[in-house]
Structure formats: C-alpha cells, structure tokens
C-alpha cells in the first residue's frame, strides 16, 4: 500500500510538472485579461475534464489505443506530437505568446481548444500510459486527477494575482510575461526534441533496425 502511494505521488509529480500551469498561464493570458475569475474558473474546469478524460483512457487501455485504435505506434505519435511541440517553441521564441493564440480556434470551443493541444499533448499522454503500467486501479486515474487539480489550483491563483497587481504594477506583469516566454520556449523547444529522438529512437527500435 505504501509502494502504490509513492509511486502514485510519484506518478502525480510527473504529471504535474509536464502540465505546466506556469507555461499554461501564457498561452491564456489574453482570456486571464479579458474574462472576470467566474467565467475563466468555468472554461478552464471544462478543459480540465476534458483532459481528464482523455488521460484515463490513456491510462486504463496503454498504447493499446495506439496499435488497435488509431492502427498506429505510440512512436508516429511521439514524433508527431514533437514537430507540434517545436513549431509552438520556435513560434514562442519568435513571436513571444500571442503567436499561439491563433491555435486554440474558434471562442465557442475555446475550453477544447485549452485542453489541445497544450494540456493534452505527447509529454503528457505518455505521462498518463506510463501511470497506468506502474500503478493499480484506481492509483492511476487518482494521480492524473490530483495532478490536473493542482495545475487549474495554480493557474487560478496566478489569475488572482494578475488581476491583484496589473492595475498597479503593468510593468511587472510585463516583464514576468516577456521572461517567462522566453523561459518557456527553451522548455518546449527542449521536450520538443526530446519527444522527437524518442520517437525516432523507439520507431527503430519497432522495425528492427
């Protein structure tokens, strides 16, 4: 019992970490300035079961969903999910934040577009497959709902905090906002290629070579 709960907090760290709410909070600062703490809180609550949805699937079936679902490898995906991945890194390094506004869509499916392809991307697919092989139903769906919860907690604060310091101290948010961009390209460009040597190295590894 002592085993599973490490290794389900264990499991929640991972998940967390790769969740990102402090990256996250970027990719919605628009909406954190436009829409008042009720309305964001409900969006973002919306993505967040979205993903958690998608996440247990990953974690109760494994890349089973991969081979007998999509007739795919979990490697076409890695590889895929890291081009994603290092378009949005290099469009973060060239145009800061707002030159990934453009990939959430349409407002009316603003909570799905939150959910993907930040939220719900190869890190944390793998994250959620990875849960499922280590941990005992119902750790799994446990760590991955622990993990969501503290990433829509910590985003929710930031928002307070924004909305606390922007009418004061602009300038402060301005320059979180411009380190933080800066910060979270190399992340993402990092993961992105991570996610693609990954890949490639387990595509090989399929075929044989």
């Known amino acids: 019992m002592q085993l599973n709960i490490i290794s389900m907090l264990n499991s929640m760290l991972l998940m ?3 969740l990102n709410p402090f990256l996250i909070i970027l990719y919605l600062l628009d909406l954190v ?4 703490s009720a309305m964001f809180r409900q969006i973002l609550i919306r993505a967040a079961w979205i993903s ?10 494994g890349d089973a969903v ?3 679902v999509f007739q795919s490898s979990f490697a076409s995906f890695q590889i895929f999910g890291g081009i994603i991945f290092l378009i949005i890194g290099a469009r973060f390094v ?3 934040y707002e030159a990934i506004r453009s990939l959430r869509g349409n407002p009316e499916h603003i909570a799905g577009s939150i959910a993907m392809p930040i939220m719900v991307g190869p890190g944390t697919v793998s994250a959620s ?3 499922g092989k280590e941990l005992f139903f119902p750790f ?3 760590s991955i709902f622990l993990a969501i919860v503290i990433s829509i907690a910590i985003i929710m604060l930031l928002k307070k905090l924004h909305d606390i310091v922007k009418p004061r101290n602009e300038k402060i948010i301005e320059y979180y906002v411009e380190i933080s961009s800066k910060i979270g390209a190399l992340i993402v460009g990092t993961f992105a290629v991570e996610m693609l040597m990954k890949g490639i190295k387990n595509w090989i590894e399929r075929i044989g070579l």
């Open 16 to 18: 967390l970490v790769l």
């Open 33 to 36: 300035e436009g829409l008042d």
């Open 52 to 61: 958690f949805s998608i996440f247990s699937v990953f974690a109760l079936l």
């Open 66 to 68: 991969f081979r007998y």
């Open 94 to 96: 060239f145009s800061g």
């Open 129 to 131: 497959i990875l849960a």
């Open 140 to 142: 799994e769906i446990l």
